[in-house]
C-alpha cells in the first residue's frame, strides 16, 4: 500500500521541525520553570543511626534543607544577626523552604550495620529566599536604623498649664513639664535602643530652635506629621498624651493618665498604642507626680517599644492597607475558598479579613508592602473556579478583581 504524497510531505516536515528545535534548544537552553537566572547547588551527607533506610532518606533530607536555610541566613545576615533571628527565621522561613530549595533528591551511599550515609543534593534560589526575609522585615533591620519622633502633648489640670516641645520654649529649671518630658526622652532613649531603634529628643536636640514656623501650632495634622516624617528622617512617631489632674476624693493626691500610639508617618498606620492610668501618694504635687513618673514611665516606654520591634521584625511596619472587591462574589460555601487562595497564592498579602459582604459584592481589606499599582499587577491573573479575573483599580486604595 502506497502512503500518500501529503502524507510523507507532513511526516518530513514534521521531523526537520523536531530536530531544528532540538538545535536550537541547545544554543538557547529555556529558563528554570520558576524564573530564575542563577541557583546555588549543594550536596551535602550525613550518618544517619538506628533507622530503616527510608527514614535515614528522609531524616537526612530535612538536615540538609535545614542547613541550606541556615547557610542561605548566615550569607544575607551575617552570624550576629543570623543567630539573634534564627528562631523567627525558622518557624516563619524555613517552613516554605520549597520556595527558594524547589529541587532536593537523597542518595544512599553506604550502609554498614545500622549506620548508613546518605548524601543530599539540592538547588536553592537566593533571590527568592531573599524576598522572603524581606517579607519578615528581616532585612529592613539591617539596611537602615529605625527612628522615632515624639509628639507628646503635657497638660497639668491642677495648675492649668500644658506643654509642647514643638510650639512652646521651655525653661526646664523652672517648669516640671518640660522637665518630665526630658525625663520621658530618656526612657524612651533607653527603651528603643535595646532594639536597634533611634529616637529623636527633642529638649536635648534644641528641635523648636530648628523646627519651622509653620509647625508650632496647638495640634499637628498627618500631612504634618509626614512632612516632619521627611524633614527630621524619622519614619516612625509617637503622638499622645499625658495629662495630670487632682484626685477630688483624696487631698493632695493625683492621677496621671497616659495614651500614647506609635504610627507609621507615611501611611498613618498604626504599629503601637499604650493607655495607662497612675495614682500618686499623697504630697505635694510637685514631689508626688515626679516619683510615680520615675517608677512607671521606663515601663510604659519598653511596651510600647517592644510592640513596634516585633512589627518590624514582621515587616509590617510599612505595609500598605488596601481593598480587595469581588463584584457578583461566588456562593456563601466558596467565599471562604476564595478567601484562602487568595492567601495562600499571594505571599505579598500579609493579612485578609473581610470588611463588607452582601449579595452584590465582597470585599476585603488586605496588608502588603506592595503599591496598588504594583498588587493590581500581580493580582491581575488570579483564577478561581474557572473564573478568570482583571483587576481594575478604584481610586488609590481599592482593587476591583472582575471576571473576564
Known amino acids: 500500500m502506497k502512503t500518500c504524497p501529503l502524507k510523507r510531505s507532513k511526516f518530513w516536515f514534521t521531523g526537520v521541525f523536531c530536530l531544528v528545535l532540538v538545535f536550537l534548544l541547545s544554543f538557547f537552553p529555556v529558563k528554570p520553570i520558576w524564573g530564575q537566572s542563577e541557583w546555588l547547588e549543594k550536596k551535602v551527607q550525613f550518618q544517619i543511626e538506628n533507622v530503616s533506610i527510608d527514614a535515614a532518606r528522609s531524616e537526612a533530607q530535612e538536615k540538609g534543607l535545614l542547613q541550606m536555610t541556615e547557610d542561605l541566613g548566615k550569607d544575607f545576615l551575617g552570624e550576629e544577626r543570623f543567630v539573634k533571628n534564627k528562631a523567627l527565621i525558622i518557624a516563619r522561613i524555613h517552613k516554605n523552604s520549597p520556595k527558594y530549595i524547589p529541587f532536593s533528591k537523597t542518595a544512599v551511599l553506604e550502609s554498614k550495620g545500622n549506620i548508613h550515609t546518605v548524601q543530599v543534593e539540592m538547588k536553592s534560589s537566593p533571590s527568592s529566599f531573599r524576598q522572603l526575609l524581606q517579607g519578615q522585615g528581616l532585612l529592613s533591620q539591617g539596611e537602615a536604623q529605625p527612628v522615632v519622633m515624639v509628639y507628646i502633648y503635657w497638660t497639668d489640670k491642677v495648675k492649668n498649664k500644658s506643654y509642647r ?5 521651655a525653661d526646664v529649671s523652672a517648669d516640671p513639664l518640660p522637665r518630665f518630658e526630658r525625663a520621658l526622652e530618656a526612657s524612651l532613649k533607653s527603651a528603643f535602643l535595646k532594639n536597634g531603634f533611634y529616637v529623636w529628643r527633642p529638649l536635648d536636640f534644641g528641635l523648636w530652635n530648628q523646627l519651622p514656623a509653620l509647625y508650632r501650632s496647638e495640634r499637628l495634622t498627618p500631612e504634618d506629621f509626614q ?57 505635694s ?85 506592595l503599591s496598588p499599582a504594583d498588587m493590581a499587577l500581580k493580582i491581575g491573573n488570579f483564577e478561581f473556579e474557572g473564573k478568570k479575573f482583571r483587576a481594575d483599580m478604584n481610586g488609590d486604595t481599592e482593587i476591583v478583581l472582575r471576571v473576564r
Open 165 to 169: 516641645w514643638w510650639k512652646d520654649r
Open 227 to 283: 512632612t516632619l516624617s521627611l524633614y527630621y528622617q524619622a519614619p516612625l512617631a509617637i503622638e499622645g498624651s499625658i495629662g495630670i489632674s487632682a484626685v477630688k476624693e483624696t487631698a493632695d493626691r493625683f492621677q496621671i493618665d497616659l495614651k500614647w500610639t506609635a504610627f507609621f508617618a507615611d501611611n498613618g498606620k498604626t504599629v503601637g498604642d499604650v493607655s495607662r492610668q497612675f495614682l500618686t501618694e499623697v504630697g
Open 285 to 369: 504635687q510637685d514631689r508626688v507626680v515626679d516619683k510615680k513618673m520615675k517608677e512607671v514611665m521606663d515601663g510604659v516606654a519598653s511596651d510600647l517599644a517592644t510592640q513596634i520591634f516585633e512589627a518590624w521584625q514582621k515587616g509590617t511596619l510599612s505595609t500598605r492597607v488596601l481593598r480587595l472587591t469581588f463584584p457578583n462574589p461566588p456562593n456563601l460555601k466558596s467565599q471562604e475558598n476564595l478567601k484562602e487562595k487568595i492567601r495562600s497564592e499571594f505571599s505579598m498579602i500579609k493579612t485578609i479579613r473581610e470588611r463588607l459582604i452582601s449579595r452584590e459584592l465582597i470585599s476585603y481589606e488586605i496588608e502588603t508592602l
